[in-house]
């Protein structure tokens, strides 16, 4: 076939695909006598694919790679980028999301009273810009790509903290990664500030472990009682890790799906629940359409947010949310004081603030050692 006709077989310009020739994207041959393209069926399949990406919105560079795992057969590497890809994306509907809603508001309040004062642009382009940089902020501090081969056994009650990777006051582990990667205990170089807060994170994180791991198995179930899942019914689990609570509840006869910011994790969970769907993504931009699930449920992954970034959180599951849905948040929890830090316990107060804010109804029960779990219903929208 000349480029004209896989063109027209394809439905865009012999300019595009001129362009991805350009790039290296395709290598058509040329014939010899007079220099015409000439397309086989593999270069028909490879500019197909290429289209298919590009419609995805996957960059030129992107698009490469994805042609190279493809032919090397390495599927796991392109559902990986695809995944990530369809969280991007999401994340900029959500970013589109706001910039609509600020406008509604200038419109409406230009029409209201006939001019803007500088004082309602200020807080508006302030309030716009502190969402967009609570969804962009998230960081993993840790490690939990790196935590998911032990996670397990790391919150069995019946494990040791030896067999869990956790000896010496649950900071070995950690500790040893910290120095192979350059951050031994010591002085901080120049630029070693962010080293420093992935040590406290990593050490932090240990002891809530500790904490959490004798009533681990007791807070599921507990969850599990709450949510009193229907057969048929669909549930999100938000920071599913390995998929313990979904798994539980999938055994109840919900179709359930995962979601978690590990793609580590969430290949562990797919190996021990095959009938799960997981998703990458995290809890500030959810990779699924409005009005989805009947329930979302969520345990001990809510405090890896900042109190800002839990507001947005408690947005995307009533987003996520059907009309009468219902949603259980499970979490070391502090009853009086502040969260001090991402990874620290959540402000049950501050909490129980934004849950009265945004209109739902809950009540909150103690687990156990500071684990409380939220139990809430959203009220009918506009509330």
């Known amino acids: 076939m000349q480029i004209r006709d896989v063109a027209a077989k394809l ?21 010899a006598e007079n220099g015409y393209r000439r397309f086989t069926e593999q270069d028909l399949w490879r500019l197909q694919t290429i289209v298919a990406l590009r419609e995805a919105g996957l960059g030129l560079g992107e698009t490469a790679a994805a042609l190279d795992r493809i032919e090397a057969g390495d599927g796991d590497e392109l559902l990986g980028l695809l995944e990530l890809q369809r969280s991007a994306m999401y994340a900029r509907w959500l970013e589109w999301k706001q910039q609509i809603e600020t406008t509604e508001r200038l419109i409406g309040l230009l029409r209201d009273t006939g001019s803007l004062a500088a004082s309602e642009l200020t807080a508006l382009a302030a309030g716009a810009r502190r969402l967009r940089e609570a969804r962009s902020g998230w960081v993993d501090r840790w490690d939990f790509d790196g935590r998911a081969a032990r996670h397990d056994a790391e919150v069995s009650a019946a494990a040791q903290p030896e067999a869990a990777g956790m000896a010496d006051g649950g900071r070995t582990d950690g500790g040893t990664r910290l120095k192979a990667a350059g951050m031994a205990d ?105 009005a989805r699930f009947d329930f979302v449920v969520s345990s001990f992954a809510f405090r890896h947010l900042d109190e800002t970034q839990q507001a947005l959180a408690l947005s995307e599951q009533r987003r996520v949310l059907k009309p009468g849905g219902r949603l259980v948040i499970a979490d070391l929890m502090n009853e009086r004081g502040r969260q001090t830090a991402p990874g620290e316990p959540v402000s049950l107060a501050a909490l129980r603030k934004r849950l009265a804010a945004d209109g739902f109804a809950f009540d909150a029960e103690r687990v156990g050692d500071g684990i409380w779990m939220i139990y809430a219903e959203p009220g009918p929208p506009g509330d």
């Open 186 to 290: 010591g002085g901080l170089a120049d630029g070693e500030a962010p080293f420093q807060a992935a040590r406290m994170a990593v050490a932090g994180q240990s002891d809530a472990t500790a904490r959490i791991r004798p009533h681990y198995e007791e807070t599921l179930s507990r969850i599990a009682a709450r949510i009193r899942p229907q057969p048929g019914e669909h549930g999100l689990d938000l920071g599913a890790g390995t998929g313990n609570l979904a798994g539980r509840l999938l055994g109840q006869g919900a179709q359930m799906a995962a979601m978690d910011q590990s793609r580590e994790m969430l290949k562990r969970c797919r190996a021990k629940y095959p009938g799960i769907e997981t998703r990458q993504g995290n809890f500030v931009s959810v990779p699924y359409p409005d």
């Open 11 to 31: 439905g865009i310009s012999a300019r595009s695909v001129r362009f991805y020739e350009q790039k290296g994207l395709i290598r058509p041959e040329k014939d």
